[in-house]
């Protein structure tokens, strides 16, 4: 087992990086977290010209034939540059569940439009009572004729009001189903739903929403299959994305401790500023493995939910290190809105709930450890 990146994966990174550095710093991040569209649609085509939307669709749909490592490693760069963009709902968790459930004419349509940036697909899933964490969809799809009638809210769906397809899943005869909503399509209500990270996520309200059976992704009944399937794919995949901004923020921390001086000496000096950098940098490094680890065991086949439970709990674990020691060793400059110290703490709440936060993952690796849960 080799968790180190080949050649042609560390040639992605340093491009990606090189990329980002020039087309998404922290100033344009800023503009588009102000924005209405939280994202901008220029380096979203550009993100497409690279190939990053379809990195890992099959080359017969457009994409680049790239595997879960590939990823992971575009996605550490994407942390890095904390890149306000729906490629992590649209490309890995939607894509991949066509790619596991769709039928070949979905995905012969679909696949290729993403993998252009012609087409945004969100997922809707969460609801009050329900989520990533399990609970009852209450959403319901009513066979009509050739159609399905969809009713119900769905809430935190990203990035909806630049949709043009939701994948909604919706309670049919007696289990969850998969269901493409053209966003355009009468009865469907998006409201932003305002958070202080600014982070574009929106109420959903479906109104008799009238769906073709064609747009029924997968079996009737049997959407949890290929859509946990995908959500095992992008927990890893937000796992890069999470390790990438820790790593960030330690290299933030630590050149500033080299050259912050008080007390006649560089603060980086003292073992209380030093001790914390390196215990964030032994948590940075070990999210990374645990992530690796995972990605490793999913592209070989191998058993890997107890993995990714360890993955992402540990990842968010060391996202809030990372927060608590960036804003310790900055001090006071960083509780203001101009340092980028908050852009990477807000970041960091959103990533940390999404597919699960590690009381979640904590519960499920318990679970498989044998205890009650």
């Known amino acids: 087992m080799d968790l180190g990146l080949s050649e042609q994966q560390e040639m992605l990174s340093r491009a990606a990086r090189e990329f980002l550095e020039a087309e998404c710093p922290t100033t344009l991040v800023r503009e588009l977290e102000d924005s209405d569209g939280g994202y901008s649609p220029e380096l979203w085509r550009k993100m497409a010209d690279l190939g990053w939307l379809g990195q890992a669709f099959p080359g017969q749909y457009g994409g680049s034939d790239g595997t879960l490592i590939d990823q992971v490693a575009l996605f550490e760069e994407i942390g890095r540059a904390i890149l306000p963009s729906p490629i992590l709902t649209s490309t890995v968790l939607c894509g991949q569940t066509i790619l596991y459930g769709g039928n070949e004419d979905q995905k012969a349509a679909l696949l290729p439009l993403i993998s252009r940036g012609d087409t945004i697909v969100t997922l809707a899933l969460a609801e009050a009572d329900a989520g990533f964490d399990g609970g009852d969809i209450s959403v319901m799809a009513t066979a009509d004729g050739g159609d399905y009638v969809i009713n119900g809210t769905k809430l935190f769906v990203p990035y909806a009001h630049v949709a043009d397809y939701l994948l909604c899943v919706a309670r049919t005869s007696g289990a969850d189903s998969l269901f493409l909503i053209d966003s355009k399509t009468a009865g469907v209500n998006i409201t932003l739903l305002h958070s202080v990270a600014k982070y574009k996520q929106h109420e959903v309200a479906l109104q008799n929403v009238r769906v073709p059976r064609t747009n029924m992704v997968g079996q009737l009944d049997q959407g949890r299959g290929p859509l946990g399937k995908a959500v095992d794919w992008a927990t890893v995949v937000q796992c890069g994305e999470i390790v990438g901004r820790c790593q ?82 900055f001090a006071g400059i960083a509780f203001t809105v101009e340092h980028d110290m908050q852009l990477y703490m807000m970041r960091s709440k959103i990533q940390e709930a999404n597919l699960g936060d590690s009381d979640f993952h904590l519960d499920n690796l318990g679970g498989y450890m044998g205890f009650p849960t």
């Open 248 to 329: 960030k923020v330690l290299d933030l921390v630590v050149d500033y401790s080299k050259v912050r001086v008080q007390f006649g000496r560089p603060i980086g000096s003292f073992q209380a500023v030093l001790h914390q950098c390196a215990d964030l940098r032994v948590a940075v490094d070990g999210a990374r493995l645990v992530t690796y680890q995972a990605a490793w065991k999913l592209v070989e086949g191998r058993p890997c939910s107890e993995d990714i439970a360890m993955a992402k709990a540990f990842a968010g674990s060391a996202s809030r290190q990372a927060t608590a020691v960036g804003h310790g060793i």
